[in-house]
Nanobody
Framework: QVQLVESGGGLVQAGDSLRLSCAAS????????MGWFRQAPGREREFVAT????????HYADSVKGRFTISRDNAKNTLYLQMNSLKPEDTAVYYC?????????????????WGQGTQVTVSS
C-alpha cells in the first residue's frame, strides 16, 4: 500500500505561485496514475489535475487550466503541482492521490490511496 505525504502549502497573495510536492513511499510509484484534488471549507473535494504513470498524459480542471501544471519524477517517487497566478478561490486543502494503472483518472472514486493534505491559502 503506497503512502503519500504532501508538502509545500502555505499562505500567499493573489497572483503568487506555489509548488506542491507529494512524496510516495512505494518504489513502484511509476506504475500509479496520480492526481491532485482540493477541498475548500463547506465544499466537496474536487478534481484539480491528473497525470499518467509515464507523465505523458495529463488532464486539468477547467478552473486551473493554463495556471497549474502537474508533473512527476518517477526516479524520486515524487509528484508535483506548480500553481501560478493563484486566486483567492484556489484556497483549499490540497490532496494527492494514487491509483494503480497506466492511464489517468479524474474521479475521486478511482483513487484508493490518499495523502493527508496540505493547506493553501490565497489572500486577496
Amino acid at each position: 500500500q503506497v503512502q503519500l505525504v504532501e508538502s509545500g502549502g502555505g499562505l500567499v497573495q493573489a497572483g503568487d505561485s506555489l509548488r506542491l510536492s507529494c512524496a510516495a513511499s512505494d518504489r513502484t510509484f511509476g506504475v500509479y496514475a496520480m492526481g491532485w484534488f482540493r477541498q475548500a471549507p463547506g465544499r466537496e473535494r474536487e478534481f484539480v489535475a491528473t497525470i499518467s504513470w509515464s507523465g505523458v498524459g495529463t488532464h486539468y480542471a477547467d478552473s486551473v487550466k493554463g495556471r497549474f501544471t502537474i508533473s512527476r519524477d518517477n526516479a524520486k517517487n515524487t509528484l508535483y503541482l506548480q500553481m501560478n497566478s493563484l486566486k483567492p478561490e484556489d484556497t483549499a486543502v490540497y490532496y494527492c492521490a494514487a491509483a494503480p494503472g497506466t492511464y489517468y483518472y479524474t474521479a475521486l472514486a478511482q483513487y484508493p490511496y490518499w495523502g493527508q493534505g496540505t493547506q493553501v491559502t490565497v489572500s486577496s
